[in-house]
């Protein structure tokens, strides 16, 4: 079955650096768009960025347009999310997502970031 298991949150400070991971089984990875989305406490759920099968195309929201990098690795199943300067407003649980054309069909549990000095 698919399974999508995030790592990598944690505590930092503003302005720090934090590299999520998000490892994939239990489907093809490498033939897939996957997405980063993102819930901050008490809102709603907000897209963070897509990556297309091939790691060509890519978008980003424009609140972490700038700071923000995804990346993926087929060989190894694994979707990135690397983030620079991080401000308050980026803590949020952040999730990855299987992607299709209709929307994302698979999560993962999430992982915890938060940025507070």
């Known amino acids: 079955q698919v399974q999508l298991v995030e790592s990598g949150g944690g505590l930092v400070q503003p302005g720090d650096s934090l590299k999520l991971s998000c490892a994939a089984s239990?489907?093809?990875?490498?033939?897939?768009?996957m997405s980063w989305v993102r819930q901050a406490p008490g809102k709603g759920l907000e897209w963070v960025s897509a990556i297309d099968s091939e790691g060509s195309s890519i978008t980003y929201a424009d609140s972490v347009k700038g700071r923000f990098t995804v990346s993926r690795d087929n060989a190894k199943n694994t979707l990135y999310l690397q983030m620079n300067s991080l401000k308050p407003e980026d803590a949020a649980v952040y999730y990855c997502a299987k992607t299709e054309e209709d929307g994302m069909d698979y999560w993962g549990k999430g992982t915890l970031v938060t940025v507070s000095s």
């Open positions: 239990g489907f093809t990875f490498s033939n897939y768009y």
